[in-house]
């Protein structure tokens, strides 16, 4: 028997039809069901995680949950304000010398 759990149950999941622990027959079957779970998941909740399905110990698949950083940022590109607007480091895409304009570009709407 092949088993996908999730690591943490944040509170979307609490609140949503799906179920902790599931048991498979075959690995593909819990595969297959821990990477589409896992991807309806980030499609269907708040967003502010992100799940991904990995392989763990045994016959066991774990659904992992990581903290979004789009989410905690509140930019729609995952730049964080204080590193897109009015940066002149040479990584950045958005680096600008003129810091004071009301948008920076990066759809975060800061100022």
Known sequence: MYTVQMEKE??????????????????????NYANIV??????????KHTFYAQRAEDDNFVIRVAMNATYVSGCSTGVSCDVGCGSTDD????????????SCGTGCGCS
């Not at 944040?10 to 595969?31: G, I, M, P, V």
């Open 10 to 31: 944040c509170e979307c999941f609490k609140k949503s039809e799906y179920a902790n622990n599931n048991t498979f027959q075959t690995q593909k079957d819990a595969y």
């Open 38 to 47: 896992a991807e309806l998941m980030n499609e269907e909740f708040c967003s």
């Open 91 to 102: 990584w950045s895409l958005e680096s600008t010398d003129n810091a004071t304009n009301e």
